[in-house]
């Protein structure tokens, strides 16, 4: 039987993934896919834990949360494009301009 | 009538704006003539409120505004225009009006003319304000606001470098500002102490209100409160120990030392004492009244000794202040406020017409004070003479003029009171107060013309400024006369009790009168002996030890040069040197240095690659849920 918890481990792991993704990788779209899937494990922690309590408001939050991320991918890609139009790569080690 | 009370309060502030508004440019002579208008305006709306006293007998009292009020303190904006303080109106706006017009003429090739106007209107206001309050807030806020331009007139040609004090005893006019504004600072924390002492007892401000608690307070707390008042009264008005800075504010403009340091300001601290008899008559403070006759006789008789020998005109007349502002203290002290009142008024007309004259005399010796250096002046100063002569025949107390009048009954009082040894000294100071000041007009005026020694060429002063001067010699020759009506109507107001001399005294009073006459005259006569025939200088007279100790001001200036100024100022080097830069400015900077490394060290962080930032981002949530976790543990 699968429960509550399978679904947060699952969630726990994405999130895992994702942040590893976030730390590690060096190329601006990768970090993208990168937060979409620690957002996804979030989603996927509040639907669990909404059909857990029966209470629609995890539900409505996931869904709250794609709308966000569907406007954040598309601000974001919007950005991507100019910055590679500018700098000719996506890589975060040639795009450092503000250092300290 | 409250129209009245407003215009003649707010004309002078008009008229200090409006010179304001000029302050930087170059000399315009309409800002002096307008500033002359609007005091003298104010000056007519004060006659007008004076004669509406007398008329109905009763004051005004107006509200303007509420000022603070917060919990159970309310302090409004409240003046009141009662016996006393028309009777200060009408002096201190009739001496003002007079003493701008002269200012005009005065001040004709200063370049800061304008400015010149824009203070003394301004100072004008602050007095009206002191003399006006209902409350002692607004006597406090005036009482600082004369404070603040004294300060600014006496410090005027603030340009003029330091000198040594045997050349210069004032040394230079921004510091005998600065000592003006210090001594009086000290004096005003008193007067502070003294306020709140009153607020705290009786849960007010007003007069009304404080002097009808009065009867229910501790007998302590009466004795504090109108001892540390009359600290405040004794700094304005340069009583001993606080005196020094009154001869050193010689250093202003001579319109400045005849309207701030002779005829109104340094009279506050007597006008304080009137307005707050309520407190010294209680019998509980008796002796602290005691205590201020007697130190006003011994101020009268110590200053009048220091003028014994001075040789500069102003600090001639400065030492002559001082002495007759003891005169007023020692009847306030007595109980005869209304006599206090009337020497104070009296004084105010014939001392500005001394120092006018004594302007004339410099602006024509071209800024020379020294008065062996004079003499014969009466060939071209007719008019200043004139002046001189009368208000130094009033000064010495000659009848029919007002200071007889005024200062014969203040040594009556004495005599009235059975304080005999007062009455003696004062008596002396008055054969005294003859001898130094006839000195002073007999070696300026008469005798050979020392002054073509120093290839001087004195001229007469400007007419108008002749002509505007001749109200206060006018009053000078006939206020004595207005003794008995005076009496009557200050002493009709329910605030000022009145004083009559015993069926004893008034026996005698003929008797006493002619004995202070004597020597009066005596020391006019001496006067004359010694100096009427120009200058003899004595030089075993000279370096006698009580010449020296008269001349060096009893060595008080040294004195509290030596035991206080050095001693203050080594201490605040010490302070300076080891508690501020070593634990005060060390702390502080050390703060800053803290900062300053910590941000050096710390910006190798920002390297400017988003994947860092990440990095710190991933580690700062790690540790934040550490710490949620280890928190949630222990709870």
């Not at chain 1, 792991?13 to 990788?25: E, K, N, Q």
């Not at chain 1, 957002?39 to 709308?67: E, H, K, W």
């Not at chain 2, 009292?61 to 028309?86: N, Y």
């Not at chain 2, 009506?485 to 004893?504: C, G, I, N, R």
């Amino acid at each position: 039987m699968i429960g509550l918890s399978h679904y947060l481990i699952l969630s726990g792991l994405l999130f895992a993934i994702g942040l590893v993704g976030v730390i590690r990788r060096r190329n601006l779209l990768m970090l993208f896919f990168a937060t979409e899937i620690m957002l996804n494990a979030a989603n996927i922690a509040f639907a669990a834990a909404s059909y857990y309590y029966n209470d629609l408001t995890g539900q409505m939050f996931a869904f709250f949360i794609i709308a966000v991320a569907a406007s954040e991918v598309a601000v974001g890609l919007g950005l991507l494009i100019v910055l590679y139009k500018k700098f000719g790569t996506l890589d975060l080690d040639d795009l450092a301009s503000m250092k300290g | 009538m409250e129209k009245f009370v407003y215009i003649a309060l707010f004309a002078p502030l008009v008229s200090s704006l409006f010179a304001a508004l000029f302050g930087m440019s170059p000399k315009k002579t309409f800002v002096g003539v307008i500033a002359s208008l609007l005091l003298a305006t104010s000056f007519v709306a004060s006659a007008i409120l004076a004669a509406y006293v007398v008329q109905t007998g009763h004051g005004i009292h107006v509200t303007m505004m509420d000022w603070i009020s917060a919990g159970d303190l309310a302090i409004p904006f409240g003046f009141v225009v009662d016996h006393v303080s028309v009777t200060m109106m009408v002096v201190v706006t009739l001496v003002s009006t007079v003493v701008h017009i002269y200012s005009i003429g005065y001040m004709d090739h200063d370049k800061s003319f304008n400015r010149f106007f824009s203070y003394l209107s301004a100072f004008v206001f602050s007095m009206l304000v002191l003399v006006m309050s209902d409350n002692f807030a607004g006597l406090f806020i005036g009482w600082e606001g004369v404070g603040v331009c004294s300060w600014l007139l006496i410090g005027f040609w603030y340009h003029k470098a330091d000198q040594s004090p045997e050349v210069n005893p004032s040394i230079s006019p921004s510091w005998a500002a600065n000592e003006a504004f210090i001594v009086n600072r000290i004096a005003d924390l008193a007067m502070l102490v003294g306020i709140f002492v009153l607020y705290w007892n009786t849960g007010s401000l007003q007069y009304d209100v404080v002097f009808a608690a009065l009867p229910y307070l501790d007998e302590s707390i009466l004795t504090l409160a109108a001892i540390a008042l009359f600290i405040g009264a004794m700094g304005k008005s340069a009583q001993f120990p606080l005196h020094t800075w009154l001869t050193d504010a010689m250093e202003g403009p001579t319109p400045v030392s005849a309207l701030i340091h002779a005829a109104t300001m340094v009279t506050a601290g007597v006008f304080l004492v009137i307005r707050a008899n309520p407190l010294y008559s209680m019998p509980e403070v008796s002796e602290v009244s005691f205590f201020i006759a007697a130190l006003g006789t011994f101020v009268a008789f110590f200053a009048a000794s220091m003028a014994l020998v001075e040789r500069d005109l102003k600090r001639i007349i400065a030492y002559s202040t001082l002495s007759q502002l003891g005169y007023m203290f020692a009847a306030a002290g007595l109980g005869a406020y209304w006599i206090a009142l009337f020497h104070l008024a009296a004084h105010a007309f014939f001392k500005a017409l001394l120092f006018l004259g004594a302007g004339n005399v410099m602006h024509a010796m071209h800024d020379e004070l020294d008065i062996f250096k004079m003499g014969g002046l009466k060939k071209v100063m007719r008019g200043t003479y004139l002046y001189m002569g009368i208000a130094s025949i009033a000064l010495a107390g000659i009848p029919p003029l007002a200071g007889f009048f005024s200062k014969d009954a203040i040594i009556e009082t004495a005599f009235n009171e059975g304080t005999l040894f007062l009455w003696a000294m004062l008596v002396v100071t008055a054969g005294m107060t003859a001898f130094y000041s006839f000195r002073q007009v007999f070696l300026t005026f008469d005798g050979d013309e020392r002054y073509k020694e120093f290839d001087i060429h004195p001229h007469e002063m400007y007419k108008f400024v002749l002509v505007a001067m001749s109200p206060l010699a006018l009053l000078a020759i006939i206020a004595g006369f207005f003794q008995g009506a005076f009496q009557k109507f200050v002493t009709s107001s329910p605030l000022m009790p009145d004083y009559v001399m015993s069926e004893h005294t008034h026996h005698l009073a003929i008797y006493l009168g002619i004995l202070v006459l004597i020597f009066a005259v005596g020391g006019i006569v001496l006067a004359w002996k010694k100096y009427g025939n120009g200058l003899k200088r004595d030089e075993k007279c000279e370096n006698s030890f009580i010449f020296q100790l008269l001349k060096n001001q009893y060595y008080i200036p040294k004195f509290y040069a030596e035991f206080i100024s050095k001693p203050y100022y080594l201490l605040s080097q010490i302070m300076w040197k080891s508690v501020d830069m070593k634990i005060v400015d060390a702390t502080v900077d050390s703060i800053a240095y803290l900062f300053f490394k910590g941000g050096d060290q710390t910006r190798k962080m920002q390297t400017g690659n988003l994947s860092n930032y990440l990095n710190w981002m991933a580690v700062g949530l790690v540790l934040m849920l550490l710490v949620a976790a280890v928190t949630a543990l222990i709870a």
